[in-house]
């Protein structure tokens, strides 16, 4: 092979290694952040646990007033330890607990062995043997070691040692990195996204959230009967302080473990104990329910449990409500509901008398127009909430209570466009429905059991109209029923729970509902006439907290977006391929078109088309194919259709594909889509289509793709293309170097196992290399991805 060849040979190969990262089993991925938080105001570090972190170099956290640092990468500790292993870990503790000793009985302690200068026969020692003998033990609560406590010794003991506990094996979460993170005095409070730049790319995101209570980290043993547990070398105190509120507690749950901690409660407190775990992380792949599902008790001095939960109305996290009857120590437990645990069963449980909004009322408001609603809870210093109700924002939207000092449980609360008014009781039956006039919004209540509220409205024959229900996506516990009838009481049609799904991937803007308890119908009046609207609860459940709005309209097309994944790595000029899923309201049905919202310079996108109908397509992102240094980009999508004669536009939503229980999938929304841009001397060339207009072809028939690019001829031969993903009966003919880059033909089948597509083909591009002899012994070749073209539209038809 000649030199210019082995040159492009390796440029190649190097521009598949951010491209291949995107989709390949081994791409860098944080499964868990330890603490999960921090309070504003301080510095402290943490823990990312994950799989392929090695070389990681920066960390990228969203917002304003937090940075963070790489302190040390960590390799994965052995699952289960051996006798020498063990004994490895063991030595620097025991030698740090003399430290510790020597300090209290003022005695200065000797340096830690491994913080002293190898003598001059040492450097002589064989590098990689002298590296296993003096290497510490990697583990994050081993990094700075000379400096731990007593107490953090036995924590760090109980997590490596347990007795009889054996580690499970979980390649995902080996992985670490130590990080620093700086938090402003002035932070604003809430969730950040957290991601790692490593050698291999850039990572997933990562729930860290800024809190304003002083915050306290678990420390092992903390379950059952503390004085058997504590290791006899350590020979700790058996009791603990209580802590004092407020506080915020930091924890993890392994196996079969329990966490407890001592409260120091004074008479009259209202206490908010809030659990964060879920919400972290909002699915696991490989764990049934799919996510960490704690429970919480509060004993007091005697053991006596005075308060439990293992929910919040229908969200997985519990939180307790208690007032402290009289001075003295309680006791607060949590654990997983089945006994499970592993490093990604993570918690943060805020103790303290902070504002918790359990309802509000309404659910929402009209755009444009001044939204005041009540609100219900504990600690509350008001009992009203005034709502952004701007236009061009999301039509859901969060909220909180927040004064600089305190801030409370963020509530969702929905903004439309149509008229609303209020449900009037006394519509429990057919004679006492309340008239409205379409198209409305109702704000109403299922007052208590057994409630219905019925509405009447008028209709002609041929109408379409549609009724729907907000209320558990806004955080009401209604669990909607919802029937429409004719003047005679005969039932035309009726929901319960309406789920849109895409085989299992569950398509609802939030992202975190798995049980869909709002109702949608959209029917076509039969004839001209009086029509009832009945909504109950389908439990027959009912009180103040079951609010909900209910639209009843004509169909307002309209349609929302999301993309993912919402991280990637790419070299200059390279191309890689994102997912955009049109979520469509009301019979939507027609074309949208993506672009980017003030893009820096020189990104483009391909196939930027959602085709009338489709629900999904795969398009392709170029980075600029110009030199520079490495940087982050942070991305902005959005979607135009026409609708009812007016270009409407959407923003298109970052978003994580994650996968709960093994199966069923969710669309889950970050906060950014973020662009990591690799230094390299010589950019990729960039490779273009000779036509972006969409290509038609006929069952049976064939077509040429061709792609411009200034890559060298020589080298593209060297490379083999193939379909990713194909629609059914679609495959790759000959492909063909030609002057101006590259020739592909496109054959369908006749029997296609579908009426038509409209969407993008992708083509991956792949090389084959023989690596180097190992110990004399040839390898085999190996085969690897060097990434993707541009998206090819074509439209495909009988």
């Known amino acids: 092979m000649s030199l210019l060849h082995k040159i492009l040979f390796i440029t190649l190969t190097l521009a598949a290694t951010t491209a291949w990262a995107q989709t390949n089993l081994r791409a860098p991925h944080i499964g868990y952040l330890y603490p999960s938080g921090a309070q504003r105001g301080t510095v402290v570090r943490i823990a990312a646990g994950g799989q392929s972190l090695r070389g990681a170099t920066d960390v990228y956290i969203s917002g304003q007033g937090v940075q963070a640092r790489v302190l040390k990468y960590m390799r994965a500790l052995p699952n289960n330890l051996n006798k020498e292993q063990r004994e490895m870990l063991l030595a620097p503790l025991k030698e740090v607990r003399q430290m510790r000793l020597d300090e209290l009985a003022g005695v200065t302690p000797k340096k830690p062995s491994w913080l002293n200068e190898p003598s001059p026969a040492e450097k002589k020692v064989d590098k990689a043997k002298k590296n296993n003998a003096n290497r510490m033990p990697e583990h994050p609560l081993m990094y700075d070691l000379e400096n731990k406590s007593l107490v953090e010794l036995a924590n760090i003991s109980m ?118 775990a879920r919400r972290l992380i909002p699915y696991l792949a490989d764990a049934v329910p799919g996510w960490f599902q704690a429970t919480l008790a509060l004993y007091d001095s005697t053991g006596q449990e005075v308060a439990y939960a293992d929910d919040y109305q229908f969200h997985p996290d519990p939180v307790l409500f208690y007032e402290i009857p009289e001075d003295g120590q309680y006791e607060l437990e949590i654990r997983d509901a089945i006994y499970r645990g592993r490093e990604d069963f993570v918690y943060r449980i805020a103790i303290s008398e902070q504002p918790f909004m359990t309802h509000i009322f309404p659910l929402g408001g009209r755009e444009g127009e001044k939204t005041v609603t009540a609100i219900d809870g504990w600690n509350l210093p008001e009992t009203r909430l005034e709502h952004n109700t701007q236009a061009g924002n999301d039509p859901i939207r969060k909220t909180a209570y927040y004064d600089g000092k305190s801030c409370s449980n963020s509530v969702t609360f929905a903004v439309d466009t149509l008229p609303e008014c209020h449900e009037r009781e006394g519509n429990n039956a057919i004679g006492q429905a309340q008239q409205v006039t379409l198209p409305i919004i109702v704000n109403g209540r299922i007052d208590r059991t057994g409630d219905v509220d019925i509405f009447c409205i008028k209709g002609n024959a041929g109408d379409e109209l549609v009724v729907e229900v907000m209320a558990r996506q806004l955080n009401s516990p209604l669990d909607a029923l919802v029937r429409l009838t004719n003047n005679r009481g005969e039932v035309l049609a009726w929901n319960d729970d309406y789920v849109v799904k895409d085989a299992h991937l569950h398509k609802e803007m939030m992202g975190l509902l798995t049980h869909h308890a709002d109702s949608y119908l959209r029917v076509k009046l039969p004839q001209t006439g009086t029509y009832y609207v009945h909504l109950a609860d389908a439990q027959g459940h009912g009180g ?186 679609v495959s790759l003919g000959d492909v063909k170097v030609t002057p101006n880059g590259l020739t592909c033909q496109v054959r369908v089948a006749k029997d296609l196992g579908q009426e038509q597509f409209a969407g993008n083909l992708i083509l991956e591009a792949f090389t084959t290399y023989q690596p180097k002899p190992q110990n004399g012994k040839p390898q085999k070749k190996i085969r690897a991805s060097i990434g993707v073209l541009p998206a090819v539209p074509v439209r495909i038809v009988q």
């Open 159 to 276: 997590v490596l040692f347990a007795p009889g506990k054996k580690r499970q094996i979980n390649r995902q979460l080996a992985e670490s990195v130590v990080i620093e993170v700086t938090i402003d005095p002035d932070a604003i409070p809430g969730d950040r996204e957290l991601r790692i730049n490593t050698a291999t790319g850039l990572t997933n995101p990562m729930i860290f959230q800024v809190g304003l209570l002083p915050e306290f980290l678990e420390l092992e043993p903390n379950s059952g009967n503390i004085k058997a547990k504590i290791p006899q070398w350590l020979d700790l105190p058996e009791n603990a302080e209580p802590l004092d509120l407020p506080v915020e507690i930091n924890g993890q749950i392994f196996p079969g473990d329990m966490d407890r901690f001592k409260l120091r409660g004074k008479k009259g407190q209202k206490l908010v104990i809030e659990t964060q």
């Open 544 to 729: 103040k907290s079951h609010a909900y709005r209910l639209r009843i309209s004509p169909p307002q097309p309209d349609f929302a977006l999301r993309i993912t994944p919402p991280s990637h790595t790419m070299r200059p000029g390279a191309i890689t391929p994102i997912h955009l899923y049109a979520l469509r309201k009301d019979g939507f049905t027609g074309e949208i078109q993506i672009a980017l919202k003030d893009p820096p310079r020189g990104f483009k996108l391909t196939g930027n088309v959602i085709p009338a109908g489709s629900h999904r397509v795969r398009m392709t992102l170029s980075a600029p194919p110009i030199k520079s240094k490495a940087y982050t980009a942070t991305l902005q999508f959005e979607g135009t259709a026409k609708i009812n004669a007016k270009n409407i536009t959407r923003p298109a939503i970052p978003s994580e594909d994650l996968t709960q229980a093994f199966l069923y999938r969710h669309l889950v929304p970050s906060q950014e889509f973020m662009v990591s841009i690799l230094k390299y001397k010589w950019p990729l060339p960039a490779i273009e289509l000779m036509n972006n207009a969409p290509i038609q072809i006929s069952a049976g028939g064939e077509t040429v793709i061709e792609f411009k690019t200034r890559r060298n001829a020589t080298a593209l031969k060297q490379i083999q293309l193939e379909l990713n993903n194909p629609p059914e009966g």
